[in-house]
């Protein structure tokens, strides 16, 4: 109790309000979510410190994942926090960011199973409609690691690979006959999946350059040592590239033809750092992006896990090379806001417009706008700071971004019908101002029999709507209309009196009425059971034999339960 009031105490100091209180000592949970009427999905509830409206009004894009997240997977929510899209069919994902194909935007992720280092999964893109576009996968025997899938102007993408390869380890006190992961990094050609560009980290960094300690690690191959942990990859408008070594403290820019143009920071920088170290100390970094005038922004971590330590704070950095004269300088850091450290993960954006500088911190569940001076400007949490250090809510990368979403279902309604209330939300779609409803007598009724009774201004991802009294024996649908006052779509055709989808619809595949259509399938399976039962008292059946009984009645329904 004294070591909690003791943690607790410089959280007391700085909250603003009682909310931020609860909140940030964990009261209301490790992972404090929204839950809505007519959709099935959680989002997160945000603890905001920090606020100002000058902060971009794109959208973010998370991916919180860890032990307190029950259900991963991607996430977008409005400048303010508030829920756009969530997805469950997908499952944890990665670096997921809006990228440009043939003048297209399209929602970008990694998918897969991770060990916690690196994973081996493909790489999705899905079109504003959040059907998945196109896919693209390493081919051969070796897999996509979760780390980076950056698209090009040129219709490639740039992912990172893993592959195990015999190395000899006698320089790190090893055997000679070792292993170790190999850092590669592959452009391929998005619509016919040939590898255009490959280098791996071995063809120039030998092993003893790297800090990440041994351990017993490298002795098997599948105890392999990772020496090197690419995690981004970048390529300039020349065709250079620039990847992030975590295990090397370098960025190294490669050239179109694959030789080693320079690297900064690790054992042999080729720069000379005119901010006395600190545009080149980085450690166990993530996140190395190139923008024009030959500036870098990079996520320091600062720090390997809770293992190993090696600065006061993670930063955004930005730092700008100079390669006439192979000088590096800071231009500017972006520190964490309390100063903390997160192990791992991280990115740093600088958004075009206003030049603010939007921070993801990865292991540690916050977010932060800033000024490009480095002025605080909006600090958000998605997980209390007391289990900061734990990682049980963490996002792999953070980006705001603009996204126009426009899903082909419909949106979803929960009707309560003796409330008089409707709940309507339209998971993914963007351009929603507001909601008319509409109603007519007859679940079939041609569309100009739909009289328009009322209009409601979308509040938030769900919006709730007052029905009038007397509806009985009319039909009610919602239509979500665009900031210009046009139709994007309508609900399903609801009976006004019973809140139930019409008849005809009832079997179809939608979240809202999975409650009402699952207790009485229930019922019809417990009335199975029961007659297995007396069954069973005639025929001495066993018992596993009437479970499975059971369980095969049930799974019958399932398929017709579950959402598309
Ligand atoms: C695109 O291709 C052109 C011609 O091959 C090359 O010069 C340019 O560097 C490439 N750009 C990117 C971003 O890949
Ligand atoms: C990096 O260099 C700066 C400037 O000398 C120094 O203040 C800072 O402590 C250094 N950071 C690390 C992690 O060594
Ligand atoms: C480009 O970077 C250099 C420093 O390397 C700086 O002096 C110069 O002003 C920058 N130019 C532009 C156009 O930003």
Redesign the pocket.
């Given at each position: 109790m004294l070591l909690v009031l003791l943690l607790a105490l410089p959280l007391i100091a700085r909250c603003e309000s009682w909310y931020n209180f609860w909140y940030d000592t964990g009261v209301l949970g490790s992972y404090p979510t929204n839950t809505y009427e007519s959709f099935d999905l959680e989002a997160p509830r945000l603890n905001v410190l920090q606020w100002d409206e000058r902060c971009d009004h794109d959208y973010i894009l998370l991916t919180p994942r860890g032990h307190a997240v029950p259900a991963p997977g991607p996430l977008i929510l409005d400048y303010t926090g508030e829920l756009i899209w969530a997805e469950g069919r997908f499952g944890e994902v990665m670096d997921m960011k809006v990228q440009q194909y043939k003048g297209e935007d399209y929602l970008t992720f990694w998918r897969g199973t991770d060990d916690g280092t690196h994973g081996r999964g493909i790489y999705y893109m899905l079109d504003s409609s959040y059907e998945v576009a196109y896919t693209v996968e390493v081919p051969g025997d070796l897999d996509g690691d979760l780390h980076e899938f950056k698209l090009t102007d040129n219709g490639t993408a740039l992912v990172t690979v893993y592959e195990i390869i015999p190395a000899d380890l006698s320089l790190l006190g090893k055997s000679r006959d070792g292993w170790i992961y190999d850092g590669l990094f592959m452009e391929i050609d998005i619509e016919t999946g040939d590898v255009v560009f490959e280098w791996r980290a071995s063809s120039f960094y030998p092993v003893e350059e790297t800090y990440a300690p041994i351990g017993d690690k490298g002795t098997e191959k599948d105890k392999a040592f990772d020496y090197f942990h690419i995690n981004s990859v970048d390529k300039d408008t020349e065709g250079n590239y620039y990847i992030s070594s975590r295990y090397m403290h370098t960025v190294t820019c490669i050239s179109p033809s694959g030789d080693v143009r320079w690297v900064l920071g690790g054992k042999r920088s080729s720069f000379k750092d005119l901010?006395?170290?600190?545009a080149s100390?980085?450690?166990w970094q993530h996140h190395v992006k190139w923008y024009p005038n030959n500036t870098l922004t990079i996520f320091d971590n600062?720090a390997q896990d809770r293992s190993i330590i090696?600065?006061?704070y993670s930063r955004g950095m930005i730092v700008s090379l100079d390669l006439d004269h192979m000088t590096a300088t800071l231009v500017r850091e972006y520190r964490s806001p309390q100063g903390f450290i997160s192990g791992s993960q991280g990115s740093v954006q600088i958004m075009p417009d206003s030049g603010h500088v939007f921070v993801g911190w990865g292991h540690t569940s916050a977010y932060t706008e800033f000024t490009s001076d480095g002025q605080i400007l909006c600090d958000v949490h998605f997980g209390p700071s007391m289990f900061f250090n734990f990682g049980w809510v963490k996002s792999y990368r953070t980006f705001k971004s603009p996204w126009v979403g426009m899903p082909n279902y419909p949106p979803d309604v929960e009707i309560d019908a003796d409330m008089g209330t409707a709940f309507v939300s339209w998971n993914g779609a963007t351009e929603v101002a507001g909601w008319i409803t509409q109603i007519a007598p007859s679940p079939h009724a041609a569309e100009e029999e739909y009289d328009s009774i009322g209009y409601t201004t979308k509040e938030s991802f769900e919006t709730s709507i007052e029905l009038p009294e007397d509806l009985d024996g009319y039909y009610i649908r919602l239509a979500a209309v665009d900031i210009d006052g046009e139709i994007l779509g309508y609900s399903r055709v609801f009976d006004a009196k019973t809140g139930h989808i019409a008849s005809g619809t009832l079997l179809a595949p939608i979240t809202q009425d999975i409650t009402s259509l699952q207790q009485s399938l229930l019922s019809v399976c417990l009335f199975a059971a029961i007659l297995i039962i007396l069954w069973k008292a005639r025929h001495q059946l066993p018992l596993s034999k009437m479970i499975s009984c059971f369980q095969s009645c049930l799974s019958r329904f399932d398929y017709q339960l579950l959402p598309k």
């Open positions: 901010s006395g170290g600190a100390n980085f450690s600062g090696t600065a006061e």
